[in-house]
């Protein structure tokens, strides 16, 4: 008898050749079917409840994805081209991963008929490659100049993102504030220069834009009601130093003498406070802003000074109050000069809903805003929040790159006729190759249909009537069940969007047709891996 | 293919796990989902039906604690009911941020999303895409504000006539248990928000009015106090119960020898040190009094505490003080009396030292009980409602019922346009929404049907808790409002033998109308967007 040679660690999976891309690519459909319904102004949401009872309501690709807790290494795959997409632009995440998804299911017959990966793969990297030309080729490139012109392609682009979302009703509201808000930016576009609080009431067209910095009322001792509420260019001292009656050194201790001395001790320690309060008030600075506590003999100094206090500010509200008004954040009062003081022309403690709000407007540098959100309830805020991220990533793209194509499944059509067309040209198994991706392209305006309840083979057979007829932005009309030229309707996408889209999609199919082998070691811990329901396994 | 939730096969019958813990998740989709998110919010929604109106029940919720609660607040209810769905939970929310935002109206948003959600359920049966009923649904929301804004009148603004604002008041307090003393309490409310009221601004801090509550007496007993009152009584039992005309000297700072925050030792090594101590200690008793007294304050009031010794010293010098007040009270003191809070005994000056016209000991009937009331300030902005009940459910169920009046007022100060009451405005948006519904040529138009149904349920609520024919009330308003163009007919809860709420003075302000509206349509949508839920499976 022939030993048996044990290679690996007992427990451990191993699956090998075709069969194993095969059942890859059928864990990556699984995965493209949960998010397949949330594409679209007429997407559904989803509700995922954690294991905490933390619920999550969603519309968006990447934070269901995430939220999946995806452990099937192949299908993780799709989970990270989300993310990156996310990233990236921001945007499209649920249509990369059913690109994705289509991709792979194009290609399974190839595989099953024996193909070899990477011949597919390299079809599949000749089809992005000849797309990604054709999109840069006929991207339109409104003029950037032109201030107005430029609004308006920013404006569209955003409401485009929207469509989808839980806000889509007041979509023109949003895109506004969102353009309004990137336009504030200075040209590197810092997104944590946009600040996003949310504020339980009120209806969504609340939603205020505060030029400059808001933060919420921090914790207050006694006397902070009589410290004055309002100012008009104040200066702005931002502290790291805690303004508070406290040992100078944690693990000092003093001996002492005699009880002389005990006072002397004691009137060093208010010295010391009082000296840095004093330093303060004669720097001139009206509003003391820090990210450590500021105690209540500190409050009630400033309220006898007319001066504002706030400690407790977290670290990024900090930064970004000194990004707007200036100055800098000071660890020591030693030496206190205008130049350290920031400024504003107004600033006020205003009522929003439940809340209080410190709002900073009118700062010279304003490199800032602060978009306060209202809404019925927690998860619609935060679903509003993840909405707004979406539409200013998108902006900020379309302002640095602002070449655009229409959506709504337009360009897509466009890509599928163009591959299409190329790969009659081409001898050889590629043109099966390029003519699979072609169709793949076409699912994301099937899956719009779908999603509205149209009939999307109908719809299919007049897009693609269109554009074999030269029409080269026809698109889905979710409004009137109908094709539509989306340039002109002004559903617009920046073309960076879909280029970025198509290669993750394209990467991720590659890397998935490229593995042949899975080797799984057994969890560290429990007992071998689950063998499945009794019963379950199919003879061989 | 294998569907999420369920386990997947390769081809070999051999399992594979894609999400984590899949098989113990559970998901619901599609249509069935929203029906049992239907389901769980008219649940709710249905509980609180009963509370709606003047004539609307109470609910007693026992707390895990054996707390009782006896209330007619919605919002209150709701948050007591300590719901585990995860829609429910939506609502919850919903009427919470009704209540941070308004204070008032917190049954009716809850209803009116029930009574949205059930009209949905019906057009999903028809087979309408759950998007397009969202849609239709904003869509006629945003109509029936137009008619709110439309029917709006604006309300008489009056400091020197408080007639109108108590009218308001007290149709805020009519569903609450104590309507005994109905105007009493309205005109408190009145009074105590105008007394803060900043008329320039159109601001009203909440933080300047108290509400002190004292089980004992009677409902009646209730009071508006233009001042101060503490739950603390003076600290010797032989220092004189009224002063009047009296300095205040508002200290932040124990009277004890002050020590220093440092770890310190003091090494007593002879009887002579030791006595030396106990001198400097009286010493500085001594000195410390001494500066209250020739700041010329005829009162200490201190946030921290002193031991007997100084009590004593403070009752021979004829000193009297109040120990241990609250953070918040000392500040309200501070504003109310004009002074200024003094965190050390060598910064005391007599500018410093506030001013009471009365301050006087409250004593309650039998019990030992004793309160502090500091009247006649020097600045009244600062106020307290002093509530009296028969026990402390009542006292509590009167604290919340004050808060809502007095949101009711601010609301009013801030926006003075308001709609009459007794479903009146829903009937009237209902006509207006019913109507623009034909005209449209879309889908929506059952939607737009629906919401105008919806809409009713409101008044239906209110007749049919009020003990009327529900639908012969209903439908007899309606036609009389058509007939005479009257928006201001509602249904006649108190059967005061009219349905014109003008007459009847049953006035809310637009402001919060147009919020229960919008705010319901936000969650109704966001209720019926979601498509797939994915929940541990122990869940409900």
Known sequence: MQPQIILLKEGTEASQGRSQIISNINACQAIVDCVRTTLGPRGMDKLMVEAQGKATISNDGATIMKLLDVVHPAAKTLVDIAKSQDAEVGDGTTSVVILAGEFLKQMKPFVEEGVHSQIIIRGVRKATQLAVQFINEIAVKPKKDDEVELRQLLEKCAATAMGSKLINQQKDFFSRMVVDAVMMLDELLPLNMIGIKKVPG????????????????????????????????????????????????????????????????????????????????????????????IGDVATQYFADRDMFCAGRVPEEDLKRTMKACGGSILTTVADLEDSVLGTCEHFEEKQIGGDRFNIFTGCPQAKTCTIIIRGGAEQFMEETERSLHDAIMI???????????????????ELSKHLRDISRTIAGKEQMLISAIARALEVIPRQLCDNAGFDSTNILN??????????????????????????????????????????????????????????????????????????????F | ??????????????????????DRQKRLTGNAAIKSHILAARTVASTL???????????????ADGDITITNDGATILKMMDVDHQIAKLLVQLSQSQD???????????????????????????????????????????????SLERSAETFPLDVNNLEPLIQTAMTTLGSKIINKCHRHMAEIAVNAVLAVADMETRDVNFELIKVETKVGGQLEDTMLVKGVIVDKDFSHPQMPKVLRNVKIAILTCPFEPPKPKTKHKLDVTSVEDYKNLRKYEH???????????????????????????????????????????GG?????????????????????????????????????????????????????????????????????????????????????????????????????????????????????????????????????????????????????????????????????????????????????????????????????????????????????
């Open chain 2, 1 to 22: 293919m294998a569907s999420m939730g369920a386990l997947a096969f390769d081809e070999y019958g051999r399992p594979f796990i894609i999400i984590k813990d899949q």
């Open chain 1, 462 to 539: 007049k897009l693609r009537q269109k554009h074999a007829q030269g029409n080269r932005w026809m698109g889905v009309d979710i409004l009137n069940e109908d094709v539509a030229d989306n340039m002109e309707k002004c559903v617009w996408e920046p073309s960076l969007v879909k280029i970025n889209a198509l290669s993750a999609a394209s990467e991720a199919t590659c890397l998935i047709l490229s593995v042949d082998e899975t080797i799984k070691n057994p969890k560290s811990g429990e007992g071998p891996a689950p063998q499945g329901r009794p019963g379950a396994r199919r003879p």
């Open chain 1, 395 to 413: 902006v900020r793209r379309a302002k640095k790159n602002d070449a655009v194509v229409a959506g709504g499944g337009a360009i897509e059509m």
């Open chain 2, 49 to 63: 039906r009963t509370s709606l109106g003047p004539k609307g029940l109470d609910k007693l919720m026992v707390s």
């Open chain 1, 202 to 293: 009120g209806a969504l067209e609340d939603t205020l834009l505060v030029a400059g910095v808001a933060f919420k009322k921090t914790f207050s001792y006694a006397g902070f009601e009589m410290q004055p509420k309002q100012y008009t260019s104040p200066k702005i001292a931002l502290l790291n130093i805690e303004l508070e009656l406290k040992a100078e050194r944690d693990n000092a201790e003093i001996r002492l003498e005699n009880v002389e001395e005990y006072q002397k001790v004691v009137d060093a320690e208010w010295t010391i406070l009082y000296d840095k309060l004093e330093k303060l008030h004669l720097s001139g600075a009206k509003v003391v802003l820090s990210k450590l506590p």
């Open chain 2, 328 to 540: 918040p009270e000392i500040e309200l003191i501070a504003i109310a009396t004009g002074g200024r809070i003094v965190p050390r005994f060598e910064e005391l000056t007599p500018d410093k030292l506030g001013y009471a016209g009365v301050v006087k000991e409250l004593c309650f009937g039998t019990t030992k009980d004793r309160m502090l009331v500091i009247e006649e300030c020097t600045n009244s902005k600062a106020v307290t409602i002093f509530i009296r009940g028969g026990n402390k459910m009542i006292v509590e169920e009167a604290k919340r019922s004050i808060h809502d009046a007095l949101c009711v007022v601010r609301n009013l100060v801030r926006d003075n346009r308001i709609v009459y009451g007794g479903g009146a405005p829903e009937i009237s948006c209902a006509i207006a929404v019913a109507k623009e519904a034909d005209a449209i040529k879309t889908l929506e138009q059952y939607p737009f049907r629906a919401f105008a149904d919806a809409l009713e349920s409101i008044p239906l609520a209110l007749a049919e808790n009020s003990g009327l024919n529900p639908i012969h009330t209903l439908t007899e308003i309606k036609s009389r409002q058509v007939a005479e163009n009257n928006p201001a007919l509602g249904i006649d809860c108190l059967c005061k033998g009219t349905a014109d709420m003008k007459e009847q003075h049953v006035i809310e302000t637009l402001h919060s109308k147009k919020q229960q509206i919008l705010l319901a349509t936000q969650v109704v949508k966001m209720i019926l967007k979601i498509d797939d839920v994915r929940s541990p499976d122990d869940g409900y």
């Open chain 2, 283 to 325: 010493e500085k008793f001594e000195e410390m009094v001494q500066q209250v007294k020739d700041s010329g304050a005829g009162l200490a009031i201190c946030q921290w505490g002193f031991d007997d010794e100084a009590n004593h010293m403070l009752l021979q010098r004829e000193l009297p003080a109040v120990r241990w007040v």
């Open chain 2, 100 to 146: 941070d935002e308004i204070g008032d109206g917190t049954t009716g948003v809850v209803v009116l999303a029930g009574a949205l959600l059930e009209k949905a359920e019906h057009l999903l049966d028809k087979g309408v895409h759950p998007i397009r009923i969202a849609d239709g649904f904003e869509m006629a929301a945003r109509c029936a504000i137009q």
